[in-house]
């Protein structure tokens, strides 16, 4: 039977990181362009119009990225199973990060009713999904970056695995997790962040470990600088990231962006658990979508006064 495909999102920031620090220190190495370009996703959108002037990354703006582990599945485009916005202020130089639970009930960009956040992305791919994240909290996207989850465990185990801080004890898979600090190969970490039916805290807590082990993974991947190692990490990213941002993008991001990763704030977006005709969905106010997209339009230097009123969803 084929093993249920769970993709997690930690590891992209890293990605963006790790192929920038190489960037940066063997550029003119061609297997550095070739990998990049093998990521490179060209976007039909030119920039977000949520903005009144289009980014300028040389000039050192803050910059949000959407961040999506994407389930394949057979005959099927897949869905953004895990979601998570990133967005770094050089200037402060601190980052938010915080999850949207994919199961979250809103529109659909581009078409005419409310459905689960992550289907967006199987109606219209990328380019829809990030739409459908900006309409939902009136917040511009700049870049996205997904991967799968073999490139997951193969970057875990490529810097030698990660330390985590577990809360409480417990099973999943087949592995143990013991509480308190313990250290974890790529699979260990893969299941340590997908658990939430032994977690009081369901999705809200798988989230909080996906958060965790993304902050270790920035940490590895900013600091690496192993040379024997260069070419694993290469191909790692080459396999499985996919982006729309350019190797010079990423240059600009390792060079003057990295600093953020010692002020991360993370945050959760506040809802109810819900049904509807049979269909579990996780429901957010609209109180609750403009307090963070407040929160965020602050950090991101965007004047949220005169943002566009949110729509009222209706039931």
Known sequence: MRKKIYIKIGVLIVLLAGVAGLAVNYLYQSTVVQTADSVYVESEREESERRDVPLDMEQEEPVSILLMGIGDRPDDPGRADSIMVLTVNPEEESMYMFNIPRDTRTQIVGRDFEDKINHAYAYGGTDM???????????????????????FMQLVDV?????VENDFEFRQDGIDYPEGEIHLDGEE?????????????GDLGRNE???????????????FSSITRVNNVLDVVSDNLRTNMTLEEMRHMFENYRGARHNIEQFEIEGENTTIDGVYYYEVSQDERERVSKKVKEHLGIDSGEAEEFVQDED
């Open 129 to 151: 999904q990030m739409e459908t994240v900006e309409e939902f909290l009136d917040i511009p996207i700049d870049y996205f970056a997904s991967i799968n989850m073999e490139g």
């Open 159 to 163: 810097f030698g695995g990660i330390t």
């Open 189 to 201: 970490a893969l299941h340590y962040s997908r658990m939430r039916r032994s977690d009081p805290r």
């Open 209 to 223: 470990r996906q958060r965790e082990v993304l902050n270790e993974l920035i940490s590895e991947g900013a600091s």
